[in-house]
């Protein structure tokens, strides 16, 4: 099972809202990472976490909060966004946070802040 | 800092071979990633060079050149299905944040 998925697959919510975004694996990756894609850009690193510990946050607002309940789960919630915030959120995973590792990404939370 | 150089689109027919180049700048790098994104769909890995050389995988070979500071994919036999952004990756200096290149995509025409 070579298998990221994450739910849900679209997301509208208004600038109020407090929604979270989930990420699952379940091939034993000890590295789990949040990126934000805009259209027609390269993905940009978000979070980095590394044995349920995080381990880089790349200067990211406090209105996304990163979570790791477990080796397995991964979750980004998301409070009082704004419309520059929509994009495609992508969860990714490697076995361990190490130069070269192949990440596997999941097909991502298209967001869209009204 | 670290940046990752490649061109923004490529044109070549079905059959064809197409190379896309990926220059860097960085002080301590350790490899070159690919990985291939269709429209509308998530980044999947294509390959890894740590060391100078050529990698073959399929259609697909990826090169790299430390020396140089260069690295290439290679895609040989192209079907319409390789239509698609093509990133190059890469460690940043010191630590293990994973850098894009700015992508680039490739439409394969019958």
């Known amino acids: 099972d070579t298998e990221v998925t994450q739910t849900p697959k679209h997301l509208v919510m208004g600038m109020t809202n407090k929604k979270s975004l989930k990420c699952e694996q379940h091939?034993?990756?000890?590295?789990m990472y949040w990126y934000k894609q805009k259209a027609k850009k390269p993905p940009e690193l978000m979070f980095v976490y590394s044995y349920e510990k995080l381990s880089i946050n790349e200067s990211v607002p406090s209105r996304f909060s990163p979570e790791c309940p477990n080796s397995s789960l991964l979750n980004l919630h998301l409070h009082a966004l704004q419309p520059e915030d929509s994009a495609l959120y992508l969860c990714?995973?490697?076995?361990?946070?190490?130069?070269?590792?192949?990440?596997?990404f999941g097909p991502g939370t298209r967001l869209l802040v009204l | 800092g670290q940046s990752l150089e490649q061109p923004s689109e490529v044109t070549a027919v079905e059959g064809a071979i197409v190379q896309i180049n990926c220059t860097y700048q960085t002080s301590g790098f350790y490899g070159l990633s690919w990985y291939q994104q269709h429209d509308g769909g998530a980044p999947t890995f294509l390959s890894y060079?740590?060391?100078?050389g050529l990698e073959e995988t399929g259609r697909f070979s990826s090169f790299l050149s430390r020396s140089d500071s260069y690295g290439y994919l290679l895609l040989q036999e192209l079907q319409m299905k390789d239509s698609a952004s093509y990133f190059c990756?890469?460690?940043?200096?010191?630590?293990?944040?994973?850098?894009f290149g700015a992508g680039t995509r490739l439409f394969v025409k019958a």
């Open positions: 060079n740590a060391l100078d």
């Open positions: 091939m034993g990756h000890r590295a």
């Open positions: 990714a995973s490697s076995q361990v946070w190490d130069q070269g590792e192949t990440q596997y």
């Open positions: 990756a890469g460690p940043n200096t010191g630590g293990f944040k994973t850098i």
